[in-house]
């Protein structure tokens, strides 16, 4: 049975169509939504009653079907969207600029920064009037230096703020980031302003935190080394938050970063390992269905000991499907148990739909699923030594050939190094993630044998020098490469054309991969094109420092007077613009961008006092008397970048409002762009 003609692929189809609808197009309201639904509902009925009684099919049915497939992802979307629902914090909020006294519970911890400790906390009432939603809560480290329990209460008395736009030209949206893990708003929290009632709301991830917790202690007590036992935090409880950056970059760079974060590949593991040691039971039928119970239960129990996050949820859920698949020993029905997960998570979470971890974990798995075994079959070698890295090989490159496309468009980097990081990592992986499960159980119950947690730590001791050993080939890590959406999908149906050719070679299954080809190159040279066509004037917003780029067609001149960094806020820009730093030169007092004359003054104060600007950039917070400057020069806009101090820009705003000049702060409304 082809995939495609399974009932739940097309209306799961359907379903995800609805959301993105709704998610892009938000003119629908929750009424129309409604009506809509209520239309489609009927006229569902009515073709499936009228189907049933006819001799020929026609389509009326189907479409029907995929109607009301795509209102019930409009109204799921709406459901759960915190825009549309009533009782959500957001809609008490009038201004960032007012405090409200918010009640919360916190539910996940996130990686801390230098300056703060993050939480995911549901919120209970805000100013004394019940509410629901997510909120993002940053503790000062520095007032707070031990992290709190997950499940505790807390009284926030605070600025609820609402994430802004990015600041410069495709900046990372970390709004939209949050907004996509239905998290809205957030707050800043220091220690004069959270009072806790010394409650805790003890549901299931507030037993896990307590669980993981006391299984960290324990191996704390056995002398386990820090550094490795973050890494197995990670490996194993999916806790990233303290490992060090630099063995982060190194597992980047090397191409293994998803196994620092649970994911599918450490549920696939616990699948394939359960599946291991019970194939020694008979296979009877009631045998079989034993053994499905204990190997769901397995990975639901390792979901609650990983800490119930949402990563570890949807690929919990995910493999249980798949479990089921492979219980009923029809192939096909692995990949409709797919769609069915994939549909089940949805509904109650459509958000994952935009969530980065979601989209690479089913893209790959699909792809392991559908194009491993085509690998696999190219060569059968007889020694079974040969046959496992071979296996491990064609799962890596189905694995990376699927999510290439997305992990260009989201990173734009490339590590050629994958191939060499999948054949020595995964053999360490399976025997670190059968011992450290093992650890971890005996753990929570006080008992940690000495030899198992040296020869823990030992191995992932090897594995980071591994690890580290691959990334110092840094000159295979292909970075900053540009890819839009429209490439994105070109590049997709190239891929899937080029397969579906491998399977059965025709002059049609050719044809098509030569259209997809052709797609691509149009995408491509389409985007090539417009960004030669471009010209762009930008003040970017640098804390301290000044820094504008002008754009002209795919070479950018840069002006600054300071050393640009690696993490400079120019490279998502050339990237995304498909162009390149050509030049680099000293700010000037004066620049010309097409017809607009731009003034530039520093911390020298000094300008030529006959220039009439249309524009009038201020940075380095010059000491002026800016009404003074606007009798001389009267500019038309003003701009402050941000490395002026706040007092002189809030003077220089009144300023402006007084003279009717426009105003324009980099650091609340981001970048200032002059185009053609």
Not at 230 to 237: E, G, K, P
Not at 524 to 551: C, G, P
Not at 606 to 632: G, H, W
Request: a positive charge; glycine letters at 4%; proline letters at 4%.
């Amino acid at each position: 049975m082809n995939a495609m003609q399974f009932p739940l692929t097309r209306i799961t189809i359907g379903f995800v169509f609805g959301i993105l609808f709704t998610y892009y197009l938000k003119f629908l309201t929750p009424i129309l939504a409604f009506v809509l639904l209520c239309v489609a509902i009927p006229l569902f009925i009515f073709s499936f009653y009228r189907s049933k009684k006819q001799l020929f099919q026609n389509n009326f049915f189907g479409i029907s079907t995929y109607i009301l497939s795509f209102c019930l992802g409009v109204s799921t979307w709406m459901i759960h969207s915190g825009q549309y629902q009533k009782d959500h914090y957001i809609h008490q909020i009038k201004s960032s600029e007012t405090q409200h006294i918010v009640s919360v519970v916190l539910r996940e911890k996130l990686k801390s920064t230098v300056y703060y400790r993050r939480y995911i906390a549901l919120t209970k009432n805000i100013d004394g009037t019940s509410c629901s939603g997510k909120l993002l809560v940053n503790f000062n480290a520095s007032q707070f230096p031990n992290d709190f329990k997950i499940g505790m209460q807390l009284q926030i008395n605070s600025n609820i703020i609402r994430p802004t736009k990015p600041l410069n030209p495709d900046q990372f949206d970390y709004g939209n980031y949050l907004a996509q893990k239905s998290i809205l708003a957030q707050t800043y929290a220091d220690g004069s302003n959270v009072k806790t009632n010394g409650q805790y709301t003890k549901d299931a991830f507030y037993y896990s935190d307590r669980l993981r917790t006391t299984i960290l202690e324990n191996l704390k007590k056995s002398h386990f080394q820090t550094q490795e036992l973050n890494v197995l935090a990670a490996l194993i409880l999916g806790q990233q938050q303290d490992i060090a950056p630099e063995i982060v970059k190194d597992y980047q760079f090397a191409g293994a970063v998803h196994i620092l974060s649970v994911s599918g590949l450490h549920v696939g593991f616990i699948l394939m390992f359960m599946n291991f040691i019970l194939r020694f039971l008979p296979n009877t039928k009631r045998t079989s269905y034993y053994k499905l119970v204990i190997v769901i239960s397995s990975l639901w129990s390792f979901a609650v000991l990983a800490g119930l996050s949402p990563s570890v949820i949807r690929s919990v859920t995910m493999f249980s499907f798949v479990a089921v698949g492979m219980h009923l020993k029809r192939e096909t029905n692995i990949f409709h148990t797919l769609v069915v997960s994939l549909l089940l998570i949805l509904l109650f979470e459509p958000s994952f739909l935009f969530d980065v971890g979601f989209q690479l974990s089913y893209v790959a798995l699909f792809f392991i699923l559908w194009l491993q075994p085509l690998l696999d079959s190219l060569w059968q070698p007889k020694n079974k030594i040969i046959t496992y890295f071979w296996q491990i090989l064609t799962v890596s490159f189905a694995a990376q050939i699927g999510t290439l496309p997305l992990s260009l468009y989201y990173f734009h980097q490339f590590s050629g190094l994958f191939f060499i990081t999948n054949i020595v990592v995964i053999p360490f992986l399976s025997v670190i993630m059968a011992l450290g499960v093992l650890t971890m159980v005996l753990s929570a119950f006080g008992i940690v044998p000495h030899l198992l947690a040296i020869s823990l730590e030992g191995l992932i001791f090897i594995l980071n020098k591994i690890i580290g050993g691959i990334a110092s080939y840094e000159q295979l890590v292909l970075k900053d490469i540009p890819l839009n959406a429209l490439m994105m999908w070109s590049l997709y149906f190239i891929i899937v054309a080029a397969v579906l050719c491998f399977k059965k070679v025709s002059f049609q299954s050719i044809a098509i991969v030569f259209i997809g080809i052709l797609l691509f190159q149009a995408s491509y040279f389409s985007s090539r094109w417009t960004s030669q066509n471009e010209q762009d004037w930008i003040v970017f917003n640098v804390r301290k420092a000044t820094l504008i780029a002008e754009k002209n067609g795919e070479s950018v001149t840069v002006y600054t007077n300071a050393q640009l960094s690696k993490n400079n806020p120019l490279q998502p820009f050339l990237s995304a613009n498909f162009c390149s730093i050509t030049a680099q030169k000293p700010i000037g007092n004066l620049a010309y961008f097409k017809n607009t004359k731009i003034l530039i003054l520093d911390s020298s104060g000094s300008y030529p006092r006959a220039v009439q600007p249309d524009v009038m950039l201020l940075c380095a917070s010059p000491k002026i008397n800016l009404e003074r400057v606007f009798r001389t020069c009267k500019p038309k806009v003003l701009v402050a970048d941000a490395s002026n101090y706040k007092s002189y820009v809030a003077l220089w705003k009144a300023t402006c409002l007084k003279e009717k000049i426009p105003f324009h702060h980099t650091s609340e409304k981001g970048f200032y762009r002059l185009e053609n």
